[in-house]
């Protein structure tokens, strides 16, 4: 079993900056994927960014140039950075973990709003 607590959303104004953590109860050495997700109103949860146990990393089109997935293992803590932040990046951002078995693990989310 894995839990996850994501953590650092908040309102901010476009432009701004926010940094997302999530923090994993087991080490993410064991894991073989993270990532992050986020889900707006009246939409489908969607993709944001993943990270591999190899620190292999992919986005979202989106999202590239304006976020950073990075992960710490010494801290079981994945991050998301986000710049440049848009209104339309207003959602629940949940935390993702995928084990070896291929268990799928999700945090209860972290609310994010981008005022214009």
């Known amino acids: 079993q894995v839990q996850l607590v994501e953590s650092g959303g908040g309102l901010v104004q476009a432009g701004g900056s926010l940094r997302l953590s999530c923090a994993a109860s087991?080490?993410?050495?064991?894991?073989?994927?993270m990532g992050w997700y986020r889900q707006a109103p009246g939409k489908q949860r969607e993709l944001v960014a993943t990270?591999?146990?190899?620190?292999?990393?992919n986005y979202a089109d989106s999202m590239k140039g304006r976020f950073t997935i990075s992960r710490d293992n010494t801290k079981n803590t994945v991050y998301l950075q986000m710049d440049s932040l848009k209104p339309e990046d207003t959602a629940v951002y949940y935390c993702?973990?995928?084990?070896?078995?291929?268990?799928?693990?999700w945090g209860q989310g972290t609310q994010v709003t981008v005022s214009s």
């Open positions: 993702n973990a995928i084990t070896p078995r291929g268990s799928n693990y």
């Open positions: 087991v080490s993410i050495c064991s894991i073989n994927v």
């Open positions: 990270i591999t146990r190899s620190f292999m990393t």
